[in-house]
Each structure stands twice: as C-alpha cells, then as structure tokens.
Nanobody, 111 residues
Framework: QVQMVESGGGLVQPGGSLRLSCTAS????????MGWYRQAPGKERELVAH???????KYADSVKGRFTISRDNAKYTVYLQMNSLKSEDTAVYYC?????WGQGTQVTVSS
C-alpha cells in the first residue's frame, strides 16, 4: 500500500509564499508522475501542476509564472512552491502519485 503525505499548508497574506510537500511511502516501484490538484468551496477539483517521471511540467493557466512544481526522486517527494499568492488560490490542495491521493492540505490566502 502506498501513502501520500502532504505538508506545508496554512494561512498566508496576499502576495505571500508557501511551499507544499508530498512524500510517497510504502511499497513503491520506480518513478511515477506526480502532481497537485486543488478544490475550493463550491468548485470542482482542478489540476494545478503536474510533473512527469522525466521531469516535464505543466501548469494551470491561473498559476503559470507564480507556482513551480519540482520533485526529488530519491525521496519520492514532490514540491509546490507558491509565490505571489492570491485570495483565489484559497483551496484544499491534494497531491497524487503512484495511483494514490494525499489527504489534502488547506491553503488560505487572506489579510
């Protein structure tokens, strides 16, 4: 069984930064694509950023230029560096990888 464990969410003021981390643990074979979705209240879950096993990335248009996804394959960990945060970035952020989802971490952007 694989577990995806997230950390790094919290409350930040508009314009601030946060870094999310997500580590896969358990029985893992090889390197898989990983990424982040988010879900705001009353909205559907949406893709935020994706990174392939080879390191190729893609982003939602709304976060391009502000968010950066990266990974450390040796640690089975994916990161999401979020800069210039806006109130509309407020959501629960979920990581995924190896066929599993994390439990979600709350990000709140408010003054």
């Amino acid at each position: 069984q694989v577990q995806m464990v997230e950390s790094g969410g919290g409350l930040v003021q508009p314009g601030g930064s946060l870094r999310l981390s997500c580590t896969a643990s358990g029985i893992i074979f090889g390197i898989d694509a990983m990424g982040w979705y988010r879900q705001a209240p009353g909205k559907e879950r949406e893709l935020v950023a994706h990174i392939s096993s080879g390191g190729s990335t893609k982003y939602a248009d709304s976060v391009k230029g502000r968010f950066t996804i990266s990974r450390d394959n040796a640690k089975y960990t994916v990161y999401l560096q979020m800069n210039s945060l806006k109130s509309e970035d407020t959501a629960v952020y979920y990581c995924y990888g190896y066929g599993h989802w994390g439990q979600g971490t709350q990000v709140t952007v408010s003054s």
